[in-house]
């Protein structure tokens, strides 16, 4: 019973009348079903009242699914177009960044060329392993942007982590040693 007039238009039409005429009968088995006929009557009306609340519940939702299911797609439209814009934004930042970096080693290797002291040549050592790492950094940059891009495959393969704390440490062991605090790296040979 999609539509409730259309189904009592017909129902009710179809089975009133012989209640009532059951009803007005002399004999007293006819007047039971008659009353059989009432309880019937009740019982379809009551059902197919559930069954429309059931039916326009499920055109309900169904609709609700439809235009979720549309914002759904929408989104994941905005979401690809974001990860597309954040991997070019990404390439061009690395690409750009690279620039100065590269100058800052032309720089580096022209102090290399002057006589410096001892504590001088340390601090031009430690910009070499900053730059160097910087330099990675910039390459990881661009490395996510293609991954991201769908340009390269990842290929996953075991390294040392020795190397990576060591360069922590070095980048991080004044800045400990200004705040009085002393920091050690504990040798591993640890391939993750």
């Known amino acids: 019973s999609p539509s409730l ?9 179809a089975t009133l009348p012989y209640a009532f005429a059951s009803l007005g009968s002399g004999a007293p088995l006819v007047q039971t079903g008659s009353l059989l006929m009432f309880v019937f009557i009740a019982a379809v009306s009551m059902l197919s009242v559930e069954t429309n609340r059931t039916f326009r519940e499920n055109v309900s ?26 991997s070019t934004f990404l390439a061009a930042a690395s690409h750009d960044l690279r620039q100065p970096v590269h100058a800052l080693g ?12 001892l504590e001088g040549q340390r601090l031009i050592e430690q910009i070499e392993a900053s730059l160097t790492a910087m330099d990675g950094l910039f ?4 490395d996510i942007s293609r991954l991201d891009a769908g340009i390269v495959e990842v290929q996953r393969r075991p390294f040392e982590i ?12 004044q800045e400990a040693e200004a705040k009085g605090l002393s920091l050690t790296l504990a040798r591993s040979g640890f391939v993750v």
């Not at 032309?106 to 002291?117: C, M, N």
């Not at 020795?162 to 062991?173: G, K, Q, S, V």
Request: net charge positive; with cysteine; proline share 6%.
């Open 5 to 13: 007039p259309a189904f009592f238009a017909i129902f009710l039409p």
């Open 106 to 117: 032309l720089f580096v290797g022209a102090l290399r060329a002057v006589s410096i002291p």
């Open 61 to 86: 939702l169904r609709i609700a699914t439809e235009h979720m299911a549309a914002e759904l797609r929408r989104q994941k439209e905005i979401a690809e177009q974001a990860s597309l814009s954040k």
């Open 139 to 142: 390459s990881a940059l661009l």
């Open 162 to 173: 020795a190397p990576f704390l060591a360069r922590i440490c070095r980048d991080n062991r």
